[in-house]
């Protein structure tokens, strides 16, 4: 993570279009970005200000779309809960811009800021005052052979923030994927599916799965079964570099999911390769932000109150 000392002028506001009473937390983004940055310059989506009766807080807002704005904003605020930033920050990922988060979904994992508290946090962060974190990201493709002795074809390819999953879809058994790490055979695994998350999905899909969380900044992916017909077919932690491939080997109606908002139907002897992003999400949090209190609160895990912001007394002040 990097303490940021940069100020932001070009700013953009995104979220979730068409979503049911986005019109007055907008509002009061607007608001709060008029009285912290009246230098700025705001730039609205217009998709997601379709349809909604904003009010602007002056001449400094423009409108565009998400091509014109992203090669032009030094900072993303982005409204909605993490499915909504998750969608924003794969795509604005290869613009290298930071994002901010603010909360209006349930957990917000990625969403650090309170819609309420917008006056108190934000103006920090405009200011400079954050912490940067870059987050990992995969790039997925299909490869298919049309006929026998014909070459591979991608027939798919996608970016996750959080994870690929391959499932069994509709169908109501197990499905037969062979797995391959770096070129190298690793299993055959028949299950309901298997997930290979980033970091930042170890606490999502895989976490429900009984995979282990991995701090978001570890160069590593997980890859886990998903209700494995062995028992021994547990979770694996695995090099950032490492490319996966998995191959259906046992598995009509199976499909893949990428972060769940991508969606392909697979066929057997289809080949999903998985390897690293060359592009990565930037996630502004607040000063002082700390992943631990966040896994705390989100995962509601007991704690002794009088550790709460307290350093650890064995190492020094510029360690902890």
Same mark, same amino acid.
Request: charged share 15%.
């Given at each position: 993570m990097l303490l940021m000392e940069t100020a932001y002028q070009r700013l953009a506001v995104f979220g979730r279009p068409q979503t049911p009473g986005l019109a007055e937390p907008l509002s009061l983004l607007l608001a709060c970005l008029k009285r912290s940055a009246p230098r700025s310059t705001v730039m609205l989506e217009a998709e997601t200000a379709a349809g909604l009766e904003v009010a602007a807080p002056g001449p400094a807002v423009s409108q565009g779309t998400f091509e014109t704005i992203a090669p032009n904003?030094?900072?993303?605020?982005?409204?909605?809960?993490?499915?909504?930033? #998750? !969608?924003?920050?794969?795509? $604005?990922?290869? /613009?290298?811009v930071p994002i901010v988060g603010i909360? @209006?979904?349930?957990? &917000?994992?990625?969403?650090?800021?309170d819609i309420t508290r917008l006056q108190e946090d934000l103006p920090g962060l405009l200011t400079g005052r954050g912490v940067l974190e870059e987050r990992g990201m995969l790039s997925v493709?299909?490869?298919?052979?049309?006929?026998?002795?014909?070459?591979?074809?991608?027939?798919?390819?996608?970016?996750?923030?959080?994870?690929?999953?391959?499932?069994?879809?509709? #169908? !109501?058994?197990?499905?037969? $994927?062979?797995? /391959?790490?770096?070129?190298?055979?690793?299993?055959? @695994?028949?299950?309901? &599916?298997?997930?290979?998350?980033?970091?930042?999905?170890?606490?999502?899909?895989?976490?429900?799965?009984?995979?282990?969380?991995?701090?978001?900044?570890?160069?590593?992916?997980?890859?886990?079964?998903?209700?494995?017909?062995?028992?021994?077919?547990?979770?694996?932690?695995?090099?950032?570099?490492?490319?996966?491939?998995?191959?259906?080997?046992?598995?009509?109606?199976?499909?893949?999911?990428?972060?769940?908002?991508?969606?392909?139907?697979?066929?057997?002897?289809?080949?999903?390769?998985?390897?690293?992003?060359?592009h990565r999400a930037r996630l502004l949090h607040p000063e002082g932000y700390d992943y631990f209190s966040m896994l705390r609160r989100k995962l509601h895990w007991s704690s002794n109150p009088v550790h709460i912001g307290q350093p650890d007394p064995l190492l020094p002040p510029e360690a902890s």
């Open positions: 904003c030094d900072l993303a605020l982005v409204l909605g809960g993490d499915g909504t930033l #998750i !969608s924003i920050a794969r795509r $604005l990922a290869p /613009f290298g909360n @209006l979904g349930r957990l &917000g994992f990625m969403t650090d800021l493709s299909v490869m298919r052979r049309p006929g026998e002795g014909r070459a591979w074809e991608r027939v798919f390819e996608a970016t996750a923030l959080n994870d690929t999953v391959i499932s069994r879809g509709a #169908i !109501s058994r197990m499905v037969g $994927l062979d797995v /391959f790490v770096g070129g190298h055979y690793v299993q055959t @695994l028949r299950a309901d &599916g298997l997930i290979v998350s980033t970091p930042t999905g170890s606490t999502a899909y895989a976490l429900s799965a009984s995979g282990s969380i991995l701090h978001p900044t570890l160069p590593a992916v997980i890859l886990v079964p998903v209700a494995p017909q062995a028992l021994s077919a547990r979770p694996i932690v695995l090099p950032w570099g490492e490319a996966v491939t998995v191959m259906v080997s046992d598995g009509a109606g199976t499909e893949l999911h990428c972060d769940m908002q991508t969606l392909t139907a697979l066929k057997d002897g289809d080949r999903i390769v998985i390897e690293k992003s060359p």
